[in-house]
Structure formats: structure tokens, C-alpha cells
């Protein structure tokens, strides 16, 4: 039996929700979906300068735990950038 899911906060409101390579048509573009979890570690971690302690104490998970949403987080964001592909935050 799995274990049951933290809540975990978050408070990383973005302006936009969709985020797309400019000059090419919506219906050219795939997706990467990144969860708000994975943009609140982004941000914690990455814009605010939090080390990873800091930032699962602020999202109330485990470090273990905020080391692989991160991981997650920044993979989608790269994979969107090298492959010109649209972010949609979840």
C-alpha cells in the first residue's frame, strides 16, 4: 500500500499560464506540462537562491523530495527550450 501524499505549498502564482516559442502557430507546437509544484522549486531554488533544505522546509516536503520535483521541474524547462517546445503550468 502506498504511502499517503503530503500536501505540499505552494505560492508561486505566474502571470501566465502558457508559455510559447514566439513566431510559431499554436497548432505546431507540442507541450511539456509543468506542475506548480515543480515551479515553486524552480523558483525557490533557482530565483530565490534557497539551498534545497530551505526550500522543502518552505513546500513542506522532505529534501529527498524537493531535490526530485526540482530535478523534474528543470528537466521540462530544458526539454521546452532545446526542443522549441510550448510550457503549459499545470
Given at each position: 500500500?502506498?504511502?499517503?501524499?503530503?500536501?505540499?505549498?505552494?505560492?508561486?502564482?505566474?502571470?501566465?499560464?502558457y508559455f510559447k516559442?514566439?513566431?510559431?502557430?499554436?497548432?505546431d507546437l507540442e507541450e511539456v506540462v509543468l506542475e506548480?509544484?515543480?515551479?515553486?522549486?524552480?523558483?525557490?531554488?533557482?530565483?530565490?537562491?534557497?539551498?534545497?533544505?530551505?526550500?522543502?522546509e518552505k513546500?513542506?516536503?522532505s529534501r529527498a523530495t524537493f531535490g526530485r520535483?526540482?530535478?523534474k521541474g528543470r528537466y521540462k524547462i530544458a526539454e521546452s527550450i532545446i526542443k522549441g517546445k510550448?510550457?503549459?503550468i499545470n
Open positions: 500500500m502506498p504511502r499517503p501524499c503530503k500536501h505540499r505549498r505552494t505560492r508561486c502564482n505566474p502571470g501566465s499560464n516559442p514566439r513566431g510559431i502557430p499554436m497548432h506548480r509544484d515543480e515551479l515553486e522549486a524552480v523558483k525557490l531554488a533557482d530565483y530565490d537562491g534557497l539551498k534545497h533544505e530551505e526550500g522543502a513546500m513542506n516536503v520535483i526540482l530535478e510550448a510550457i503549459k
